[in-house]
């Protein structure tokens, strides 16, 4: 059973109980938030508390640990992720759990037999892949339009990244790297119509 929840909600948790051991466990947050999201009628409300507790069946799915706002509460999150493995549950429970690369030092690092895999940056065949999808569905009773606007968008991150390569480098690492930089720029070019040119541009039309 997959089971998602993002780390930032955990942090607030733990704020909210910071004076209660019994509460503040990673195990009784993710009982209460599955209950609250995803309550099925007539589960028992200790029924994700004791699957968790056995670790069986069960991938944990912990979503942004660079999210937690300051040193001392990532230092309790990052003992809390620990410590759920400690016990007896450790040996049968999995886990990811995801953070940026840069922020994945001092109280963020995780021990305990935790594996760091770093994702690789999109390359330029994938990039395209994902913009072609998208106008496939958002246009798809228009296939023609979809078709030209991905043309379109391609053509522009490839524009993009060579200005950005001409001013700053050969060197210089592609802005459009992620999925996410792909969604902005498909929000962006969707609703605006044209590509921006630079990185402050992006952000401030996509928000």
């Given at each position: 059973?997959?089971?998602?929840a993002p ?7 733990l704020?909210?109980?910071r ?9 009784t ?7 609250g ?6 589960l ?10 056995s ?22 999150v ?8 400690a016990?007896?549950?450790?040996t ?10 840069q ?7 995780l021990a305990g037999?935790?594996r760091?895999?770093?994702v ?12 072609e999808?998208?106008?496939a569905?958002?246009?798809?009773e228009?296939?023609?339009?979809a078709?030209?606007q991905?043309?379109e968008?391609?053509?522009g991150?490839?524009r ?6 001409a ?5 210089e ?6 999925p ?8 962006v070019h ?13 952000y401030?039309?996509?928000?």
């Amino acid at each position: 059973i997959p089971i998602f929840a993002p780390i930032s909600l955990y942090a607030e948790h733990l704020r909210k109980h910071r004076d209660d051991r019994r509460k503040r466990t990673l195990t009784t947050f993710l009982s209460e938030y599955l209950v609250g999201c995803e309550g099925v009628p007539g589960l028992p409300d200790d029924f994700f508390v004791r699957l968790l507790e056995s670790g069986r069946g069960v991938f944990l799915l912990l979503d942004g640990l660079d999210e937690v706002p300051n040193e001392d509460d990532r230092w309790l999150v990052r003992h809390q992720i620990e410590s759920i493995f400690a016990g007896a549950a450790g040996t049968h429970l999995r886990a990811i759990v995801t953070c940026r690369t840069q922020a994945y030092k001092g109280s963020s690092t995780l021990a305990g037999g935790f594996r760091e895999v770093q994702v690789e940056p999109l390359a330029e065949p994938q990039i395209a892949a994902l913009v072609e999808r998208a106008y496939a569905v958002y246009y798809a009773e228009e296939p023609r339009k979809a078709k030209t606007q991905a043309q379109e968008m391609i053509a522009g991150i490839r524009r993009l990244e060579a200005e950005r390569r001409a001013h700053m480098g050969q060197d210089e690492p592609p802005l459009i790297s992620s999925p996410l930089m792909v969604r902005l720029l498909l929000i962006v070019h969707l609703n605006a119509g044209e590509m921006p040119k630079h990185r402050v541009e992006l952000y401030k039309e996509a928000v």
